[in-house]
Each structure stands twice: as C-alpha cells, then as structure tokens.
C-alpha cells in the first residue's frame, strides 16, 4: 500500500481513513471533525503550517499502520526472545500510546453524547476497566513473566511449576481482556453508529475497533505461537 495522503485530501477523509492521524491534527490545531471537509493544503495554509512536515508527520502514523498489519506467521520460526522483544516495541508501546491518546475522546464523548445515547456510559465504563487491566498486565509481562519465559527458552529458570503456572495466569488475562473487548462491540452494535454521530464520535468507535484489532493480534502472538512452547 502507498502513501495515501496528498495536498488535495480532505482532512476527514485522512482520519476516517487512518484514525489515529486525527492527534497530528489535534496537535497542530487542525480541525478535523466540524471543519474537516476542507483539503489538506487549505487547512495548512489556514494555520500557517508547513506541508511538507505536516505530511512527514502523517506518514509516520501511517508506517505505524502499515508496521502492525505485518503477516505474523513468520514469527513461528522465530526464537523467543526476537518475538517477545517484537511484541514489546510493537504492541506493549503503541497500545501504551493510543491508550493515553484515545482517552479523552472517549471521555468527551461519553459526557456530550451520553444523555442521548446511553450506550457511551457503558463504552466509557469499559473503556477504562480495560486499559487499567491492560496496563497492569503488560507491566507484569516485561517485569516479571517476559524474563522467566527467556529463561525457559535456555533452559535457567529455578523454577519450572511456577513459570508455567504465570503464564497460564496470563491467558487467562487475556480471556477477560477479550471479554471486556467484546462487550464494548456488543453494546456498540458492531460500532454502528447513530445518524446524529459527530466526527469524534465516529472517531472514537474507529479507534476503539482498531484498538480491539491491536489487542487481538498481540494476544494471538502470546497464546497461539510464544506460550505453547513451553505449555505442551
């Protein structure tokens, strides 16, 4: 896939395109939500912005994009250490990052939208039960269950039970981090949006269902090619 973004697109076209780029917007005080049917070049030009760094700027969210949509089947034949060190930089750091991003949209939205559509109160609830429990579970993988699985791998580890038995804690935090995924779709409607529904409302469902689709990913990397080898 190229680049996508040129002077002549429209701003939220960008963003419904390639959500996340709406915190280079937001940081360079481009309005992409009421005013965003302007294209890229008028928008510049408005806030006395440079183009060519607005778009170096973009197309950094859009390599992240492209980086996180890699065929993880090459990752069987890879050794552990490569693959945790992979979900580290790849997931642990950029689901730190939109966590932290995706914050207040979901919070402004649940407190402008939320006497009218119920829904947002629950997304809001869910929203911060999950990254509460992502953060903290992603903190214990580096800290503590990351090394112990590299020690596994050559054969170190003091203690065989107990490491096995971490790990099997971790799935199990990954099931309910899943569940909590899926009630947040499930009381969404499969993020189908009301015809009242503002830019950063619609923001906000494709944030969250791209976050959903970076969560489901690094979980399959762990459950599905990391942990069984030392699980069988």
């Not at 928008?43 to 996180?68: C, H, P, R, S, W």
């Not at 490569?82 to 402004?108: G, M, Q």
């Not at 992502?134 to 269950?145: N, R």
Request: aromatic share 8%; proline share 3%.
């Amino acid at each position: 896939m190229t680049f996508p973004i040129t002077s002549n697109s429209l701003v939220k076209d960008i963003v419904n395109e390639l959500p996340k780029t709406s915190d280079v917007f937001k940081k360079n005080r481009i309005d992409f939500c009421c005013g965003g049917n302007i294209p890229l070049s008028e928008a510049v030009a408005q806030n006395g912005l440079n183009m060519d760094t607005l778009i170096a700027e973009l197309n950094v969210v859009f390599e992240k994009y492209e980086n996180a949509e890699k065929d993880v089947e090459v990752w069987t034949d890879s050794d552990s250490n490569t693959i945790i060190d992979h979900v580290i930089t790849n997931y642990h750091r950029v689901s730190e990052e939109e966590l932290a991003a995706l914050s207040p949209y979901v919070t402004k939205v649940s407190r402008v939208h939320g006497d009218n559509h119920r829904e947002l109160i629950k997304v809001y609830e869910l929203f911060y039960e999950f990254k509460k429990e992502l953060i903290e579970h992603m903190a214990k993988e580096e800290a503590i269950v990351f090394p112990l699985i590299k020690q596994l791998a050559d054969g170190t580890v003091d203690n065989r039970t107990e490491a096995i038995a971490m790990i099997v804690e971790l799935e199990k935090e990954h099931d309910h981090a899943g569940e909590i995924l899926r009630q947040i779709r499930a009381v969404t409607f499969d993020y189908e949006l009301p015809l009242d529904a503002c830019g950063t409302y619609r923001l906000v469902y494709a944030r969250l269902e791209a976050l959903e689709g970076l969560t489901f990913m690094h979980v399959h990397l762990e459950n599905n090619i990391l942990f069984p080898r030392y699980l069988s």
